[in-house]
């Protein structure tokens, strides 16, 4: 097992790139190449949605490029390990549908669904992602110049996976816990709820 990589115990057999993805804290501060970031946003492209609408828009800074700071000050002070990621993305979605500017009430689930696949992507090219609600969303729209009409969902670290002894000892005990999850038969009913 490579030290970046975690055990997932399911109940039942899924794909295995879902049961490889999980939400890294230390990451090396190295920038991705060009056409690796372009299939990460590729995966998202294919994303389905209500009406087809894809609503989801993406704004992203490597590492090293001239926006980056403006993203990394939207970070709250907890999540400021993710400043080390290679990739920094803020995900927003369409609040109206384009045709006919009626509020779209699906967009924020539809933004979900590719951001999912855009981490599923990041974790088969051997990239570790970890969203963020943990970020100044008061102040997203207006930092990165994105209209009122799109509201902001996650922050998205993206980068290569570090050595987790990097970390300060808070974040490496976080990094070491297993994963959990709550049972299927505590979420999954067949016929009515129970
Ligand atoms: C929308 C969203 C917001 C999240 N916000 C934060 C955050 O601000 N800080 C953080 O450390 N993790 C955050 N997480 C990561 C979750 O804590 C993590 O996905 C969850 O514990 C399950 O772990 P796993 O992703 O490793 O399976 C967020 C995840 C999602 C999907």
Do not use: C
Not at 50 to 63: C, F, G, I
Not at 84 to 91: E, P, Q, T, V
Request: glycine letters at 6%.
């Amino acid at each position: 097992m490579r030290y970046h990589d975690k055990l997932t115990p399911t109940e039942a057999p899924i794909l295995d790139i879902i049961g490889k993805r999980w939400s890294s804290l230390a990451f090396e501060p190295t920038p991705l190449k060009g056409e690796m970031i372009t299939s990460l946003f590729e995966a998202a492209r294919w994303a389905q949605s209500s009406y087809n609408e894809q609503p989801w828009r993406y704004v992203y800074a490597s590492k090293g490029d001239p926006d980056r700071e403006k993203l990394e000050s939207l970070l709250a002070e907890g999540n400021s390990w993710a400043k080390n990621a290679g990739l920094l993305i803020i995900s927003f979605a369409k609040k109206t549908f384009a045709k006919n500017g009626k509020e779209n009430r699906h967009s924020l689930h539809d933004l979900g669904a590719a951001s999912a696949l855009l981490t599923l992507q990041a974790t088969s090219m051997g990239l570790n992602s970890h969203q963020m609600a943990g970020f100044d969303t008061a102040h997203a729209n207006e930092a990165l110049g994105v209209p009122a009409d799109f509201e902001p969902g996650s922050m998205i670290a993206i980068g290569y996976p570090a050595d987790p002894a990097t970390l300060p000892e808070a974040l490496l005990t976080r990094e070491k816990a297993p994963r959990s999850r709550n049972t299927q038969s505590s979420f999954v009913f067949q016929g009515k709820w129970k």
